[in-house]
């Protein structure tokens, strides 16, 4: 199947687009010692998730430079009813002052055993069922759809002249991958779209490409079959998908196996670091013009703090209390990661959580026999790793070579590349993968600008 081309009658078309708002009603709680435990290894807001939204909601009622608002699945935090309809009073609002909105749900949105912090420990709440999301969320994407598939809870949307979007979720008896039913509906809605001249993109909650290369080494990070699923959909002529799920910031491209391009636009989270409003102008000479903006400031308690900064500390607070607690409860931290029942791992952990813990940069790099720059030399180790792996998060990852921070990573993937080339890893596709090419380009972004860019589809 080759590209596809626009019809002569497709106008430009603007949207905003949020992912990832984990809405959750305050007073179900959220406070207490048992909530103090899971913030700290948390990314994400919760308590002001509630705060957050209404001020992104505020923020894109009044928002002039485009009348669509798409939002990429994780609309509550973790499946509460009552998040849930408050949520959706906020989307009536935005619906009320003249946007058109469409959402797509996702894994956190449906959850059996959804829960709050009341105070004490952790407190059962009320639940929705899955298919709860075609009803409540009727109004948001269903009602105006040319084709819906209600099993999977997609369906697709004619937006403006000559555009279509595909909304598509994928959590079907909690699967969380293209089934041989759905793929197929993906072909028909592809081929429809072709038949009728229209350009045809999708909104998917979990990234197809990996956000970053590290994370191609992680499966839980991105679209189970992704690899099938991004040949069939570049082929099919969708060429552009916009996904959230890992609160990072990047943009990918991806070329099929018979040379047609795909672009992942991942986008972060409104509820954490980075925050950001994405704003897209779709236009005929076959581009897709990304602009990134950030959330506004919310009302909160942010103790003398910016916003910004107070959602930068919250991250660096995640990384930084996983390395403290190397040195105490390893098993939690390696939980983190799915791995806690690897007892004979523990001894090793607490050692590397105490050299943490003391070394900087500068020791570290003499150890090793690396050079380092003396502008780093006293910096913390903790604090260099929370601030590299933020960095892979926040996108246009700034270790690169030239610098301080990133000449240092780089001499020490050098010295350390005798190891690294005995581990045999793959990425998405299957095939063997560099280790250390894989850790030097999510450390530093050497490609598309994960910010900023003008996608040239075709």
């Not at 009341?118 to 009727?138: A, H, K, Q, T």
């Not at 759809?145 to 979007?165: F, T």
């Not at 839980?220 to 699923?229: D, I, R």
């Not at 063997?432 to 490609?447: M, Q, R, W």
Request: a negative charge.
């Amino acid at each position: 199947m080759g590209a596809f081309c626009y019809g002569d009658d497709m106008k430009q078309l603007k949207f905003y687009l949020i992912t990832d708002t984990h809405y959750f009603k305050n007073s179900l709680g959220a406070y207490g010692k048992g909530y103090d435990e899971f913030m700290r290894f948390e990314q994400k807001c919760y308590a002001e998730t509630q705060a957050i939204n209404r001020s992104v909601i505020d923020w894109l009622k009044e928002a002039d430079e485009a009348d669509i608002v798409l939002i990429a699945g994780d609309l509550s935090f973790n499946g509460e009813k009552e998040s849930h309809l408050e949520f959706i009073e906020l989307l009536n609002e935005l619906k009320a002052s003249g946007k058109q909105v469409f959402v797509v749900s996702a894994d956190h949105d449906v959850n059996k055993e959804p829960f709050a912090y009341n105070g004490g420990e952790r407190i059962s709440v009320e639940p929705i069922d899955r298919m709860d999301i075609f009803d409540l969320y009727y109004d948001f994407g269903f009602s105006q759809a040319i084709a819906v598939d209600k099993k999977h809870l997609s369906y697709v949307v004619q937006l403006g002249d000559g555009v279509r979007l595909m909304a598509l979720n994928n959590d079907y008896e909690n699967q969380k991958f293209f089934d041989d039913e759905q793929l197929e509906w993906i072909r028909t809605q592809a081929k429809s779209a072709r038949d009728d001249n229209q350009l045809l993109f999708a909104m998917n909650h979990y990234p197809l490409l990996p956000g970053q290369p590290l994370f191609s080494l992680i499966s839980s990070t991105y679209q189970k079959n992704s690899y099938e699923v991004v040949n069939l959909m570049a082929d099919e002529g969708i060429h552009l998908v916009f996904t959230g799920h890992m609160h990072n910031q990047s943009i990918n491209e991806f070329i099929s196996t018979n040379g047609n391009k795909l672009y992942d636009v991942c986008t972060s989270s409104v509820i954490a670091h980075p925050a950001i409003i994405r704003h897209v102008t779709l236009s005929d000479d076959f581009t897709a013009q990304i602009k990134s903006i950030p959330c506004p400031d919310f009302e909160w308690d942010t103790n003398g703090k910016t916003c910004q900064q107070y959602l930068i500390d919250l991250f660096d607070s995640m990384i930084l209390n996983i390395l403290e607690d190397m040195k105490t409860d390893p098993a939690r931290v390696l939980g983190k990661f799915g791995i806690g029942d690897k007892k004979a791992l523990f001894p090793v952990v607490k050692i590397l959580g105490k050299l943490f813990d003391k070394l900087t940069v500068g020791t570290l790099s003499r150890l090793l026999f690396i050079k380092c720059d003396k502008s780093i030399r006293k910096e913390l180790l903790k604090n260099y790793i929370a601030r590299l792996v933020r960095g892979v998060f926040e996108g246009n990852q700034t270790f690169v070579e030239g610098t301080a921070h990133g000449d240092v990573f780089i001499n020490f993937l050098n010295r350390i590349n005798p190891v690294l080339k005995k581990i045999k890893v793959k990425g998405f596709d299957g095939k063997p993968a560099d280790l250390k090419e894989i850790l030097k380009h999510s450390a530093g972004n050497y490609g598309i600008d994960d910010y900023n860019t003008i996608l040239k589809l075709k």
